[in-house]
């Protein structure tokens, strides 16, 4: 079903953005995941942080206000429509960043995040690439991943989760990852597509009207909830298997008990999953990433 949503109503009068509305656009809130997966490689390369200090300080800023930073300004710009239907009051629909002002802010800082990847080598550079690609690819015309309820939440979490801690690693250690810090990245990122069917449910009826097919449209709430509890369960179970079989299990005995917090917290999340999804992000989400910093320093410890 498609729906056009006429925004003459929000038409702004300024001409430049608020300082502030930037900020909003940016989403401050949001920086937070890629930035600590690169410093959970960064520990799992096993490589001392003295004399490094610059390269975690650049990529740590790459990963999380520039680059995650960037994406949600050309997340915001391509879902000015949606964010009309679903929070009007959005810098882009409000008028506080006024005409195309969104647009050139996730360009702009597209540029930037590929000159600062440079700066961290080869390695770091390809990643921010990818990383870049990776934003657009999701939120723009004609890929527009985000429209799919399986890709977009997959694409996001591998960006979020296992992109960057792959490239904390290999910036520190000046080359490909070991493949154990390869497999656990990827099983966090793979985890973390139950973290993004569970944010998508803020906006399930702008989604709906919009044809965004994200999985609480398509599955419904209660099964898109169930499913993204075993998404964002297995790979840590995985993850435990994993540490006792590099003889590490105490580190897996700490996993375990994040993972049976998480199923506590998940009984709760599945009694009601739209109203009680923001709340798992603070509880059940906090021992996720708590557990994948557990893991870090265990494959530093144990490879």
């Known amino acids: 079903m498609s729906v056009t949503t006429d925004l003459s109503t929000t038409?702004?009068?300024r001409t430049l953005p608020e300082p502030r509305a930037i900020l909003t656009l940016l989403k401050p809130i949001t920086?937070?995941?890629?930035?600590w997966a690169y410093l959970c490689g960064a520990v799992s390369a096993?490589?001392?942080?003295?004399?490094?200090?610059l390269v975690l300080g650049l990529g740590v800023v790459l990963a999380g206000p520039v680059v995650c930073g960037m994406s949600q300004a050309a997340n915001d710009w391509c879902d000015r429509h949606v964010d009309a239907i679903n929070e009007p009051d959005r810098p882009i629909p409000s008028g506080r960043i006024p005409g195309r002002w969104g647009l050139w802010i996730a360009l702009i800082m597209s540029v930037f995040a590929a000159f600062l990847g440079l700066t961290l080598g080869p390695w770091g550079f390809g990643a921010t690439l990818v990383a870049i690609a990776a934003a657009w690819a999701y939120s723009a015309e004609p890929i527009r991943l985000k429209r799919?309820?399986?890709w977009g939440p997959g694409l996001v979490g591998i960006s979020y989760e296992s992109l960057p801690w792959f490239t904390g690693a290999a910036v520190l250690a000046a080359g490909a990852p070991s493949w154990p810090v390869i497999i656990v990245a990827l099983l966090y990122g793979i985890g973390a597509h139950g973290i993004m069917t569970l944010n998508d449910f803020k906006a399930l009826e702008g989604d709906r009207q919009m044809g965004v097919n994200s999985l609480?449209?398509?599955l419904g709430p209660d099964?898109?909830?169930k499913l993204a509890c075993i998404v964002m369960a297995l790979p840590q179970g995985v993850v435990i298997g994993l540490l006792i079989f590099w003889d590490g299990p105490w580190f897996a005995l700490a996993i375990a008990v994040s993972l049976a917090l998480q199923l506590a917290a998940m009984r709760v999340l599945l009694r009601d999953p739209k109203g009680k999804a923001p709340w798992y992000n603070g509880t059940g989400v906090s021992l996720y990433v708590l557990g994948m910093m557990?893991?870090?320093f265990a494959i530093r410890g144990l490879i």
């Open 223 to 225: 099964r898109a909830a």
């Open 31 to 35: 920086w937070f995941p890629p930035m």
């Open 11 to 13: 038409e702004p009068t």
């Open 46 to 53: 096993g490589v001392a942080p003295s004399g490094h200090w």
């Open 216 to 218: 609480p449209v398509t």
């Open 294 to 296: 557990v893991t870090a």
């Open 148 to 150: 799919s309820g399986w």
